[in-house]
C-alpha cells in the first residue's frame, strides 16, 4: 500500500484495549503508518497491565476520567460499567486536547462490544464531518446500533468476525476498515462548513417529496441554502440536535410524523423532544403535517395486529402505514399546540386541505379528511396564536404547496431579520 507525501499526513487516533488486542491493534498501527499517516493509540485497557504502552496510557486516561488504573481494574471485576464510563470520559477528554493541538483528523475503533461503546462514545464527542470508523462483530446487532451511533456520522464496519486472535480472513475485514478510515482523513473537507447563503433545514420523508423537492429549487432561487434532513426517525432527532447547535438560519419541517410516532411507538419515533429547539433557538420555521396522516408499524405483528380495523398501505414487509384515527390526531395536535406555544420566533403551521401526503389522496384507502380535521379543529383551539395556522386549499404533495411554503417561509424570514435589526436599533 504506497504511502503519501508528507504535507498530506495525517493523524489518526486508534481507540484501543491493548491488554487484550495488542497483537492486533499493532498490525493497525502499522497498516495506517504504511500509508504516511501519524496513528495515536490511545489506550482505554482495563483488566491487566498491557504489554507495552500506548501513545497515551491507560493509566493517563484513568487519570482524566477521575480514578486511579488500579480502581479501574478493582470496578472492572464489580463495578464493570463504573469502570468504563470512566475510561469514556477520560479518553474523550485527551481526545479532545489532541483535537485541540491539531493532532487528529480522524478516529479508528476495533474490538468487541466493551470496545465498541466506548470507542463509539468517544467519537460522538468529535464535530460533524471528522471522520469516524468502527470495526466490530458488533456492528449490525439490533439492540445496541442506536446506542453505538445513534444521531452521529460513525461509519461502522461489520467485521462478522470476531477481534480475536489475527488470521487470514480478520485480517482481511480489519485490512478495509483501516483502509476506510485512511481513504477518509486523505479526501475529508474537514469540520468546518461556510455557506454563502441562510441555511434552511427541510425535514422530508418519500410521502412528503414533491414537495421537497420543488421546495429545495425555490428556496435556491430566493438565496436560501436548503439542507434535507430526512425524517425517518433518526434523521429529524439529528436535525433537532443541529438546531440546538445553532447549524440553521431557519426550517421547512414539513415532515412532522414523527411526533406521532412518539406518541404511539412507530417506527420512525425520533424520540420525546421534536419541534422543541427551533421553539428555543427562536428561527423562522413553517410547519405542515405531513405524516400524521399515518403510523409506521412494518414489521410489528402485535401493532399490525392491534389495528387490523384500520386501513393500511402495505409497501413491503419492512414498511406498512396504518392511518391513524381522529382521536389519535387531537392527542398529537395538544403536543403541537403546548410546543408551539413556547416558540420565541415567528412561524406558521400550514395546513393544505386537500391532503398531507402522497397516500392521502381522494380514492386512497389512507384518505380520511374528517381525521384530518379532527386535528386542525383542535390546533385552532389550543394554540395560542390563532393567525399561525393557516390553511391553503392544496395537497401537500404538489409544488403549489412548495411555493406556498416558501412564499410564507420568505415572509417569516423577512419578519425575523426586520425584528432583529429593530432590537440592535
Keep these: 500500500m504506497p504511502g503519501i507525501d508528507q504535507q498530506g499526513k495525517k493523524g489518526i487516533v486508534i481507540i484501543c484495549n491493548l491488554d487484550t488486542r495488542g497483537e492486533d491493534i499493532i498490525f493497525v498501527k502499522e497498516k495506517i503508518e504504511e500509508r504516511g499517516h501519524d496513528a495515536v493509540l490511545v489506550d482505554v485497557s482495563m483488566e491487566e497491565p498491557p504489554p507495552f504502552s500506548g501513545d497515551v496510557t491507560t493509566e493517563e486516561v484513568a487519570e482524566r476520567g477521575g480514578m486511579t488504573i488500579e480502581e479501574v481494574r478493582k470496578c472492572y471485576r464489580?463495578?464493570?460499567?463504573?469502570?468504563?464510563?470512566?475510561?469514556?470520559?477520560?479518553?474523550?477528554?485527551?481526545?479532545?486536547?489532541?483535537?485541540?493541538?491539531?493532532?487528529v483528523h480522524g478516529i479508528f475503533g476495533v474490538g468487541g462490544g466493551t470496545a465498541t461503546l466506548i470507542s463509539t462514545s468517544i467519537m460522538k464527542s468529535l464535530p460533524f464531518g471528522m471522520?469516524?470508523?468502527?470495526?466490530?462483530?458488533?456492528?449490525?446487532?439490533?439492540?445496541?446500533?442506536?446506542?453505538?451511533?445513534?444521531?452521529r456520522d460513525i461509519t461502522m464496519h461489520h467485521t462478522i468476525l470476531d477481534i480475536v486472535k489475527m488470521n487470514p480472513l480478520l485480517k482481511a475485514q480489519i485490512t478495509n476498515a483501516i483502509g476506510a478510515i485512511?481513504?477518509?482523513?486523505?479526501?475529508?473537507?474537514?469540520?468546518?462548513?461556510?455557506?454563502?447563503?441562510?441555511?434552511?433545514?427541510?425535514?422530508?420523508?418519500?410521502?412528503?417529496?414533491?414537495?421537497?423537492q420543488t421546495a429545495m429549487g425555490m428556496l435556491e432561487e430566493a438565496g436560501y441554502a436548503p439542507v434535507v434532513c430526512h425524517a425517518q426517525g433518526k434523521g429529524d432527532r439529528a436535525m433537532e440536535e443541529m438546531i440546538a447547535d445553532g447549524a440553521f438560519d431557519g426550517i421547512l419541517d414539513l415532515c412532522t410524523g414523527g411526533i406521532m410516532e412518539n406518541l404511539f411507538e412507530g417506527n420512525r419515533d425520533p424520540g420525546p423532544d421534536r419541534l422543541k429547539a427551533t421553539g428555543i433557538a427562536g428561527i423562522p420555521a413553517v410547519i405542515a403535517p405531513c405524516g400524521l396522516d399515518f403510523l409506521s408499524y412494518g414489521g410489528r405483528a402485535d401493532k399490525i395486529e392491534a389495528t387490523?380495523?384500520?386501513?393500511?398501505?402495505?409497501?413491503?414487509?419492512?414498511?406498512?402505514?396504518?392511518?391513524?384515527?381522529?382521536?389519535?390526531?387531537?392527542?398529537?395536535?395538544?403536543?403541537?399546540?403546548?410546543?408551539?406555544?413556547?416558540?420565541?420566533?415567528?412561524?406558521?403551521?400550514?395546513?393544505?386541505?386537500?391532503?398531507?401526503?402522497?397516500?392521502?389522496?381522494?380514492?386512497?384507502?389512507?384518505?380520511?379528511?374528517?381525521?384530518?380535521?379532527?386535528?386542525?379543529?383542535?390546533?385552532?383551539?389550543?394554540?395560542?396564536?390563532?393567525?399561525?395556522?393557516?390553511?391553503?386549499?392544496?395537497?401537500?404533495?404538489?409544488?403549489?404547496?412548495?411555493?406556498?411554503?416558501?412564499?410564507?417561509?420568505?415572509?417569516?424570514?423577512?419578519?425575523?431579520?426586520?425584528?432583529?435589526?429593530?432590537?440592535?436599533?
Design 131 to 151: 471522520p469516524k470508523v468502527m470495526a466490530s462483530p458488533m456492528a449490525a446487532h439490533p439492540r445496541y446500533i442506536d446506542s453505538y451511533v445513534g444521531t
Design 182 to 212: 485512511c481513504g477518509m482523513v486523505e479526501i475529508s473537507l474537514g469540520t468546518e462548513f461556510n455557506f454563502d447563503q441562510p441555511v434552511v433545514a427541510i425535514s422530508n420523508f418519500g410521502f412528503g417529496e414533491m414537495a421537497v
Design 78 to 103: 464489580t463495578d464493570r460499567d463504573r469502570s468504563v464510563q470512566n475510561q469514556i470520559k477520560g479518553a474523550a477528554l485527551i481526545v479532545e486536547d489532541l483535537l485541540k493541538q491539531g493532532r
Design 308 to 425: 387490523k380495523d384500520r386501513e393500511q398501505f402495505v409497501q413491503d414487509a419492512l414498511r406498512v402505514q396504518v392511518r391513524t384515527t381522529a382521536d389519535e390526531l387531537r392527542q398529537a395536535a395538544d403536543v403541537f399546540a403546548d410546543r408551539l406555544n413556547q416558540y420565541t420566533g415567528p412561524f406558521t403551521f400550514l395546513i393544505p386541505t386537500q391532503g398531507w401526503s402522497s397516500l392521502s389522496v381522494e380514492g386512497h384507502q389512507i384518505y380520511d379528511p374528517e381525521a384530518d380535521a379532527a386535528f386542525v379543529e383542535r390546533l385552532k383551539d389550543k394554540i395560542d396564536d390563532k393567525n399561525a395556522v393557516k390553511e391553503v386549499n392544496l395537497h401537500l404533495y404538489t409544488p403549489e404547496f412548495a411555493r406556498a411554503a416558501v412564499d410564507e417561509f420568505t415572509r417569516l424570514y423577512k419578519l425575523s431579520n426586520s425584528s432583529e435589526i429593530s432590537k440592535v436599533g
